[in-house]
């Protein structure tokens, strides 16, 4: 149970007498009415945004930016038959991934290997130029590897 005090007489029982959602969908605004002097006040509540940091390579931590993976499949899905709607849908798949976790701060191999997980089974060309890129392939022998890989567990 909520405990509001009244703001005119601080009593802190009320009764909600109306609630709706405000324009951007993000708060709730309720209108209150106090048990004891009857006077009614509007009260909002706010889900608390906890923001999630991504601990790079060299240590240092960055807010998480969804839009930074899908810029990254974009790129790696780039004349592939992946719609931007599923770019999208994985790119929050991921981010949904981290906040149920209740991870407040995550490194960013984590994300990349959750990221090649989910491309791995949507496209497997746009898997390997993605994962050319985030493992930094540095010659045509790593490429011939991770396409065995990819060879080996779909047999």
């Known amino acids: 149970m909520i405990c ?20 951007d969908n993000t708060t709730i605004r309720r209108r209150r009415e106090c048990s004891s002097c009857g006077r009614r006040y509007t009260t909002y509540e706010k ?17 998480f930016n969804r839009e930074k993976i899908v810029n990254g499949l974009i790129i790696a899905c780039q004349k592939r038959p992946i719609s931007r709607k599923q770019i999208e849908e994985l790119a ?8 149920n976790n209740m991870l407040t701060e995550v490194e960013s191999s984590v994300i990349g290997e959750m990221v090649m997980d989910r491309l791995k089974n949507l496209d497997e060309v746009s898997y390997v130029r993605f994962a050319s890129v985030y493992r930094e392939f540095k010659d045509i022998t790593t490429f011939i590897e991770e396409i065995n890989v990819l060879r080996t567990n779909n047999k």
């Open 92 to 99: 929050e798949d991921i981010e949904k991934n981290i906040s």
């Open 4 to 23: 509001l005090k009244c703001p005119f007489c601080f009593y802190d029982e009320s009764k909600v007498v109306d609630s709706r959602s405000t324009d």
């Open 47 to 63: 889900i608390e945004d906890i923001p999630i940091l991504v601990v790079k390579r060299d240590s240092t931590r960055e807010n």
